[in-house]
Structures are given as structure tokens and as C-alpha cells.
């Protein structure tokens, strides 16, 4: 719903999950627009004549009311704006709170033209934004795509998108202090879901490589063991030992390395 007095003060001068979006998609103009925005030289964008955001907040009680329903569990902390634990810079204003799954849950409608893994690439920022925040495993994402009910998908955790948000965002809010325009940052790749199954027996490239590790695999495996008995075999005080067509030398941290060839 419409930011109220109250959450638009708790927000003041935090970086939000709404607000993170831009750093890590990497729009300049948008990185402009919120640097503007949190040393008062601009305003908050005005979203109320933008349609898809008034139809999100026309549907989002609905959309978490079948959430409730269909989870069987309750719904809280609608609405609610909460601080980072430790990073005094960090808030997230979430749609609501699942309680039997413990996380925040995130309601979008969408039009329903775009594969839904596009969708959730979207909106990685945000529920990765508020899993940092509230120190979930998993956020829910809820989407109504055009008329058809809402579809959960759970969206994990990922440490290491998690810490870059951080990073990006701690380097942006020391330009606000030093009102220094931030600079240009590059996108930053979105966790990817990885959890289809492909059969690649069709695949011409596939078939070609897979024979050949298929006939090498054993004779690799066979190698690495002949290299380890070969080395077993070196002298402690040998320098180089060769014959039969390879050749083991010591470096001079005593490390040995087998090649082909004789001595040189």
C-alpha cells in the first residue's frame, strides 16, 4: 500500500529495498536520482499516477490474504519498516510476515507477458535485500500474473549477492555524507535459480564431448595414479629423474613436476 507518514519517516535516509534496486542494476540515472533524492536536492518520486504500482497496492491485501489461505498460516507485520540489526544505514519496508515459514513475504501483479524466471530476476534485489535485513533464509515472493492467482516462489538466500549489495550500498551512502556524486557501477549479475532438470542426449556438442570423456575418464584416472607412484619413486636428493619418455624435476621449494619427454 501508499507509504504512510509514519513509514515514510522511519525510512528517511535509509537505503530500502526499493532504493537498492538501481545500485545493483547499475542505472546510472536512477543512482543519480536517489543520490539527489538522499542529500535533498530532489523529492521522492511521485509513483501515484503510474498504474501497475496503484494496481500492486489495489491487490496486494488480496494477494496476501490468499497467501494466508493457502499456507495456512498467519500473515504479520504488514506493512512494517524494520532497521538493520547492525548497519544503521540499512532498512526494508516489507509487504508482510509469514509466520509458519518465518519470512518476509513480497506481493507484485504483473501482466503476465514475461516468463516468470524473468520476473523473479527482477525483484532479486528486494527479497535479497530483505532477507539481509531480517535475517531470513528465504523470502516469498507472491505474483499475480495478469487474472490467474497468485504464484509463491520461494526465493533462497544467496551470501555472497547479499554482501555486494552491502558493499555497493555502504560505498553510495559514503558519497551522500561527503555529497560526492557516486560513480558509475556495472551490473551486478542476480542469484540464478538452479533447479530445472535438461536432457542434453539431443545435442550434438554434448554427444561429441561426453564420448570423449566417456573414453578418457578411466585412462586420466589411470594417469594421476601412475604419476603419484612415479613420484614416490624420485630420489630425496635428485634434481631431475628421467627415462622411458618422461622426465620428473624438484623445484626448488621441492615440489616435483612430470612431463614427456628425456633429459634436456
Known amino acids: 500500500m501508499a507509504l504512510s507518514a509514519a513509514q515514510a519517516a522511519a525510512r528517511l535516509g535509509k537505503l530500502t529495498g526499493s532504493r537498492i534496486a538501481c545500485l545493483m542494476k547499475g542505472d546510472a540515472e536512477a543512482i543519480d536520482r536517489l543520490y539527489r533524492e538522499m542529500i535533498g536536492e530532489e523529492v521522492e518520486e511521485d509513483l501515484s499516477g503510474v498504474w501497475a ?31 538493520h540489526p547492525f548497519l544503521p544505514w540499512v532498512a526494508c519496508t516489507i509487504d508482510g510476515w509469514s509466520d509458519p515459514h518465518q519470512c518476509p513475504i513480497e506481493c507484485k501483479h504483473v501482466g503476465g507477458r514475461e516468463p516468470i524466471e524473468t520476473i523473479v530476476q527482477r525483484y532479486q534485489p528486494q527479497c535479497q535485500w530483505q532477507m539481509e535485513v531480517t535475517g531470513a533464509d528465504q523470502c516469498a515472493l507472491s505474483i499475480i500474473s495478469g487474472a ?17 549489495m552491502v558493499r555497493r550500498g555502504e560505498q553510495f551512502m559514503h558519497c551522500v555524507t561527503l555529497r560526492r556524486q557516486p560513480v558509475a557501477l556495472a551490473p551486478a549479475a542476480p542469484p ?45 636428493d635428485a634434481k631431475l629423474a628421467h627415462g622411458v619418455g618422461i622426465r620428473i624435476t624438484r623445484d626448488r621449494a621441492g615440489r616435483l613436476s612430470l612431463r614427456e619427454g628425456g633429459r634436456e
Open 53 to 83: 504500482v496503484r494496481l500492486g497496492e489495489a491487490t496486494e491485501e488480496l494477494n496476501l490474504a490468499w497467501f494466508e489461505r493457502k499456507q495456512a498460516g498467519p500473515v504479520t507485520r504488514r506493512g512494517e519498516v524494520i532497521n
Open 148 to 164: 490467474n492467482e497468485p504464484v509463491i516462489e520461494w526465493i533462497d538466500r544467496d551470501a555472497d549477492y547479499a554482501a555486494e
Open 192 to 236: 540464478i535459480e538452479a533447479d530445472k532438470v535438461y536432457d542434453m542426449a539431443e545435442d550434438g556438442a554434448w554427444r561429441k564431448h561426453a564420448a570423449s570423456w566417456l573414453q578418457c575418464a578411466g585412462a586420466a584416472e589411470t594417469a594421476k595414479k601412475c604419476e603419484r607412484e612415479l613420484k614416490a619413486l624420485v630420489p630425496v
